[in-house]
């Protein structure tokens, strides 16, 4: 049996190596620790270094597949410009073999030469005709435009001859002219006459005899007694109006309708022998 202070020294023994035993694990765990720290620095820092890589790659691919598309493009431009030196070369070749041939035949150079002098003379006299004939185009148009007015005023002034002849014929015959048309400008009843809106320039003519018309018929006749250039007066000739009947203002007013001879009505006549005594 041992005894208690061996014991003691024993157990402390143990406890010893096992503190010993302790400190080298944690040493041990401390230093894995580190060392797997630092490997999973180089882990981070080497996937960074692939993604970098991997990055690069991609951006060079791409690049390669851009440079392929354009050398491609380049390609077939030159098989295009290739096709148009060809059709130039050609060309070259006709104009070269036309040269030859106009080199070999000075006459029909010296010909297409006095050819191209006349067409460019023709040119020049084309050019004096085409202007000679626009001078030409406006002056008939100005002679024709001068031959419109004339013709205008031409029958203006046969309708003006006319219209003075059967004024004068109208004159002449004591009759106011045909076509007149006037309006009663107001009635003096007490006093027997009226006044028209219209005179000597409408073609009322003195002593000559008027009708009153209302709804298309006569209901008086009148004697022009004083004429002036654009009114008249008129006397009510005796008994050519109803009793019931009386003139209006507005009341239209025409030339009294003439016998078989061009003679002023009978009755008309009667009325103005009448007024005048």
């Not at 991609?58 to 851009?66: G, L, P, S």
């Not at 004939?133 to 002679?143: A, F, H, W």
């Not at 005796?238 to 030339?255: E, K, Q």
Request: proline share 2%; charged share 30%; hydrophobic share 40%.
């Amino acid at each position: 049996m041992f005894k208690p202070i061996t014991l003691n020294i024993l157990a402390l023994l143990i406890l010893c190596a096992a503190g010993f035993v302790f400190f080298k694990n944690k040493k041990a765990y401390e230093l894995e620790v580190d060392n797997r720290n630092a490997a999973l620095a180089d882990l981070a820092i080497s996937e960074d270094r692939l993604k970098t890589a991997t990055d690069s790659y991609n951006a060079t691919v791409e690049d390669d597949e851009r440079e392929q598309g354009v050398i491609a493009g380049l390609l077939k431009s030159e098989e295009g410009q290739k096709e148009v030196n060809s059709g130039l070369e050609r060309d070259l070749r006709d104009k070269g073999d036309e040269l030859r041939f106009f080199e070999n035949n000075p006459d029909m150079v010296n010909d297409w030469n006095d050819k191209v002098r006349i067409a460019d003379n023709s040119m020049d006299e084309i050019k004096v005709l085409d202007k000679e004939v626009k001078e030409l185009d406006t002056m008939v148009s100005n002679r024709e435009i001068n031959l419109v007015n004339l013709t205008g005023k031409n029958n203006d002034l046969k309708s003006n001859i006319a219209n003075l002849k059967t004024h004068i014929l109208s004159r002449s015959d004591g009759r106011s002219i045909n076509g007149l048309k006037t309006k009663i400008r107001a009635v003096y009843n007490s006093w027997g006459f009226v006044t028209l809106a219209d005179g000597d320039k409408k073609g009322v003519v003195l002593n000559s005899t008027l009708d009153v018309i209302r709804q298309d018929e006569v209901i008086a006749k009148l004697l022009v007694t004083i004429v002036e250039q654009d009114s008249a007066s008129a006397n009510i000739i005796p008994g050519s109006m109803a009793p019931d009947t009386f003139l209006m203002i507005g009341d239209l007013v025409v030339p009294a309708e003439v016998g078989m001879n061009g003679d002023q009505p009978v009755e008309a006549a009667a009325a103005s022998a009448a007024l005048s005594r």
